[in-house]
């Protein structure tokens, strides 16, 4: 059982789908993470070591969610990012495991990416921790 908790009332996205079905159409992890607000174990992701110039997709509607140029090296062993794309993400409070954390979500289908911090890197100052398994990498076209 996840123990997030939202406290606004659910919201609506663009893209909606009965559990079941997302549940059939995702890999377990990605679906851990995306629909029941999981994480993944730190360090585990291929994305951390990304470097390409290219976009990261949400795993589960495909909507560009973060340009490369924004990826910074953050040493948590999570895809870290200074800034979402105009519009791609949004956030909710967050007051799991004793913490009060912004969660932050695809704003198109509402699948759980990851939370954000005040603590990174120039210019925004904050630090987008996402989950790997929650994304794709679509490297630019040469
Ligand atoms: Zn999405």
């Known amino acids: 059982m996840?123990?997030?908790r939202k406290e606004a009332p659910a919201a609506h996205y663009p893209v909606e789908k009965p559990d079941a079905e997302w549940r059939r159409e995702l890999p377990p992890e990605a679906y851990r993470v995306l629909r029941q607000h999981g994480t993944e174990r730190a360090g585990t992701s291929?994305?951390?070591k990304e470097k390409r110039p290219g976009t990261f997709l949400c795993a589960g509607c495909g909507q560009p969610v973060f340009d490369a140029a924004t990826k910074f090296e953050s040493g948590t062993g999570w895809p870290s990012f200074w800034q979402p794309r105009e519009g791609a993400v949004g956030t909710t409070t967050d007051r799991?495991?004793?913490?009060v954390r912004t969660e932050v979500h695809c704003a198109n289908c509402g699948g759980h990416l990851g939370h954000v911090f005040p603590d990174g890197p120039p210019p925004t100052g904050e630090r987008y921790c996402m989950n790997g398994v929650a994304m794709t990498f679509r490297p630019e076209e040469d």
Not at 96 to 99: C, T, V
């Open 2 to 4: 996840s123990l997030f």
């Open 96 to 99: 799991s495991f004793f913490m």
């Open 46 to 48: 291929p994305l951390n």
